[in-house]
């Protein structure tokens, strides 16, 4: 017997994030690095974990090598209990045939049997692709107040970047009338920050209707919240307005390790009433030598620099050699930087080694803003 | 490698008075060191390192500092379901029987006989080193010794308390000892490390007992050294012993040099510790830094020069420190000028405060202070 759960979150963890290019070649995204020390399933994780949800799958499928030993029993969350905690749960074998996740739905569905043993009264979905901070209680107290068999949050988008979301209409009370995907004349500015709130008993219905329709793609955006909506289900928009950051593709993952070093930026890692726990590396701390430079940067344990940095994230562990200068760029874990180098508007990936003397990611004048991923794979 | 056939016994708190003022409000083993790490975390590393699945830690004073450190001992991979971390504390009797080294291992001589292991390791926490005890188990094992003595060569460090020279010796078979000699030459002493095997421990130690003899190196050690096979193992890495304020001071600023830094935070033989969640460190657009270690949760914003700081220290704009080791969430206000100084964890020094210590002499703040 499980001790019942009134929440269990689903933390959609499957997805290959193709637009990060050679980032994600090994690892599914929401194992990229993040922040100096993190990787973005730190966020969701710490968020269940401060929001007292103590029962969270965690749907893996691309890539898992690196996503599953990241997470390993949990404990850096504290997520490693006896009977709740986090579980991975990977497409598995039947007794009649296997199949692969066929979409965000789908894979919520082939794992009912894990939901199940908590009974639980709601079921929160999470996507493993964004950056923020959210105290998901009291959007599962907003969905109690609402009586809704639905909640999905939302953000304000501004309104001529409307095109590029999923935009929720609703009602003033925020009750949904309308998914609007990617529209081109958008009525709204209320995107779907891919978080959303079910009643579990709904929610299994509809998994199940869906599962059966053969033209569904098993989606949540594009198949089971429009059907659930076109069957009269009361379905909510719950507004959020802190920060969030959808970093699904090289420019804003770039954008997000920026904002860090903004001072202008209320997004604050070092809130003690909401740490974001990690999986810590043990190194000594970083060095900052007798030639170095450093201004206007984030900078982890185990580093030693020797170089000039500015306006740029240093993760764990990296080698800045002599002369090199590093300017806004994300240098992330593990990478050698040898001596005179020059990165400017770059992601150097975890364990690159850039050789001596080699120029990366300079800007033309005027020119969109570009970011170079240096080329290196081990 | 799961478990080898040594018994780790840590002591917590012995050589403390060495380094009062640090010490004060903490052990030993539970002193700052290198910007995040506990002086505990170098023989608990290095036993687990080396392969030891069983250690006790001896405890006594104030160790619930340690205590919130080593917790289960889940950094140190020794929270496990068989053997791992044992926290020893004086359980009955005079707790100062536990300063005391022959009385504490009378006192936990129960543990120390259920143990199945058949070699006990004896280690304080007042050295820093990469050390590994495997290596020193199979040279004892080939020397057929009763006791071997982990020495290092060198000038004896300044102020150190009773130390043992090796005064007499054939290759590593040691024929005398001289404790608390003093000479300013250099010469073989030992780093408070033994390795002895179990049943030589408990019989001599109840000896001692008997006779109310309980000074470990003359009485366990020195007496006996015709009547068993004592041996040296020399360590030829990096070591520093904290034997002072000076002392302390001096090894924390080792730590700057790169080789240093190589050797003993070996990356297959890592220094583990208990980790908190902090940020990386911030640097303001105003900061400059130079040949200084910098944790993680740090913010600068002024200048920091041939400097420490631990985790979650915030230099605020125009301050400038030099020469300095910084104490977890520290804060040094505005226009602050530092030099020569330790400052203890916690600390409020405000703006526009000067404070001046001599390379010779620093200046120490307590934990908690506001200046």
Redesign the interface.
Known sequence: MYPKQEVVAMLLAGGQGSRLGSLTKKLAKPAVEY???YRIIDFPLSNCVNSGIDAVGVLTQYQPLILNEYIGSG?PWDLDGTNVGVQILSPYQRSKGASWYSGTANSIYQNINYIERYNPDYVLVLSGDHIYKMDYSKMISFHKSKNADCTIAVIEVPINEAHRFGILNTYSDGEIYEFDEKPEFPKGNKASMGIYVFNWKKLKYYLKQDSLNSDSTNDFGKDVLPYMLSKGEKMFAYKFDGYWKDVGTIESLWEANMD??NSENKFN??DNLW????R?P?????????I??????????GC?IYGEIDTS????GVYIGKNSRIRNSVVMSGAIIEDDVDIEYAIIPENAIIKKGSKLGKLQKNQKLKITVADYTD | MRGNNILGLIFANMSKNSIREIARSRTMGSIPFGGRYRLIDFPLSNMANSGINKVGVVVNGNYRSLLNHIGSGKPWDLSRRNDGLFILPPISGNAEDFDNKVKAIFAIREFINDSKEEYVLLCDCDTVCNINYADILKRHIENNADITIVYKNGTLPQKIIKPVVISEKNEDKISNIIINPEIDYECDYGLNMYLINKGILSNVIEECMSRNEVDFERDFIQKNIKRFNIYGYKFEGFSSMITSSDAYFESNMAMMKEDVRIELFDYSRPIYTKVRDDMPARYGSESNVKNSLISNGCIVEGEVYNSILFKGVHIKRGAKVSNCIIMQDTEIGEHCRLDYAMIDKNTIIRSGRSMMGFASYPIYIGKSSVV
């Open positions: 922040g100096g020390k404990q860090l070093l890692l070092n740490r974001i726990y990690s810590n043990i190194m000594p701390p970083h060095y900052i030598s007798n170095a430079s450093v201004k206007n940067s984030l900078i982890s344990d030693n994230v240093i993760f764990t």
